[in-house]
Every structure is written in structure tokens, then in C-alpha cells.
């Protein structure tokens, strides 16, 4: 199985900076695609940024602009830079990995997600 941990979480100001992390980690398999999800509290889960293997990139419009997603894929690691925050940024952000890995011989897609982390925006 693929383990996944996010980081970086933390309290800022409103039009501050904040840089969260996430490290896929496990043994024989290759990432697809590896995204970023929030979850405000009695919202739904939405989807942030998204980063393929290709290199392409993807934000929803709530953000763009102001958050910039990356993959270093040596480090199986990916970085969502948020700039110029908002209240309306505060959430519960998770981290999901896709990609395959081999098991019995044969490669099996996986969809991993990592336990959260934490951002706040208030002054």
C-alpha cells in the first residue's frame, strides 16, 4: 500500500503565505496523478490543484492565481504554494495519490490519501 503524509499546515494571516507538502512513500509503484483536496467544516470536499505525470496542471478557479501546485517526482513529493490567503481558505487540506503499483505479478491502480493538515486564515 501507498502511505501519503501531508505538511505545512499551519495559522496565517489573511493575505499571507503558506507551503504544504505531501509525501507519497511504499515500494513498486508509479504515480499518475497526485492532487490536493480541502474540506471546509460543513462543506463538501472539494478538489484545490491537481498535477498529472505529464506535467499538466489544474486549479479550481477559487484559487488560481493565488495557489500554484508542483510535483518533484524523485522525492514522490507534492507542494501546493498558497499565496495571498483568504478566510475562505481555511480547511482541512488532503493530499491524494494515484498511480499503480505491482502486486501478484500484474499492476494495480491505487487511489491513496493522506490524513490531513490543518490551515487556518484569521487575523
Known amino acids: 500500500q501507498v502511505q501519503v503524509v501531508e505538511s505545512g499546515g499551519g495559522l496565517v494571516q489573511p493575505g499571507g503565505s503558506l507551503r504544504l507538502s505531501c509525501v507519497a512513500s511504499?515500494?513498486?509503484?508509479?504515480?499518475?496523478?497526485m492532487r490536493w483536496y480541502r474540506q471546509a467544516p460543513g462543506n463538501q470536499r472539494e478538489l484545490v490543484a491537481a498535477?498529472?505525470?505529464?506535467?499538466?496542471?489544474n486549479y479550481a478557479d477559487s484559487v488560481k492565481g493565488r495557489f500554484t501546485i508542483s510535483r518533484d517526482d524523485a522525492k514522490n513529493t507534492v507542494y501546493l504554494q498558497m499565496n495571498s490567503l483568504k478566510p475562505e481558505d481555511a480547511a482541512v487540506y488532503y493530499c491524494?495519490?494515484?498511480?499503480?503499483?505491482?502486486?501478484?505479478?500484474?499492476?494495480?491502480?491505487?487511489?491513496?490519501w493522506g490524513q490531513g493538515t490543518q490551515v487556518t486564515v484569521s487575523s
Open positions: 491524494n495519490v494515484e498511480g499503480k503499483n505491482f502486486r501478484m505479478l500484474t499492476w494495480t491502480d491505487f487511489s491513496s
Open positions: 511504499g515500494s513498486h509503484f508509479r504515480i499518475s496523478a
Open positions: 498535477a498529472t505525470s505529464g506535467g499538466v496542471t
